[in-house]
C-alpha cells in the first residue's frame, strides 16, 4: 500500500531503482513514495519509465519486487521481450 504522497524529483546523489535494479543516477528525474506492507515501511525510488510500467499492472499486483524486472516494463529481468521484438521490428 502507498503512504503519502508520491513525488518526482531529480536525484541529489545515485540510488537504486527498486523496480529493475539498476542506477538512477545524480541529476536524473525518478518518482518516490513511501510503500507499507504489513509492518515494514520503506521508501521507493524508482526511474519515471519504471513507474509508469508499476502503473500498468492489476491493482492486486502491484507489489513491489527489488530488481525483478526489466526497465520501463513488465518483463523479468535480463529477459525483456518487448525490447527484443523493437529491435526486430527495427530491421
Given at each position: 500500500m502507498i503512504l503519502?504522497?508520491?513525488t518526482?524529483?531529480?536525484a541529489a546523489k545515485e540510488h537504486t531503482c527498486c523496480w529493475c535494479g539498476e542506477l538512477i543516477f545524480q541529476h536524473e528525474t525518478y518518482v518516490k513514495w513511501l510503500w507499507?506492507?504489513?509492518r515494514d515501511l520503506q521508501s521507493v525510488k524508482v526511474h519515471t519509465?519504471?513507474?509508469k510500467a508499476w502503473n500498468?499492472?492489476?491493482c492486486g499486483?502491484?507489489?513491489i519486487m527489488f530488481g525483478e524486472?526489466?526497465?520501463g516494463c513488465t518483463c523479468e529481468r535480463d529477459h525483456c521481450r518487448c525490447k527484443s521484438s523493437l529491435v526486430e521490428?527495427?530491421?
Open positions: 503519502g504522497e508520491v518526482t524529483q531529480k507499507k506492507d504489513g519509465e519504471c513507474r500498468s499492472l492489476p499486483e502491484q507489489e524486472f526489466s526497465r521490428l527495427s530491421r
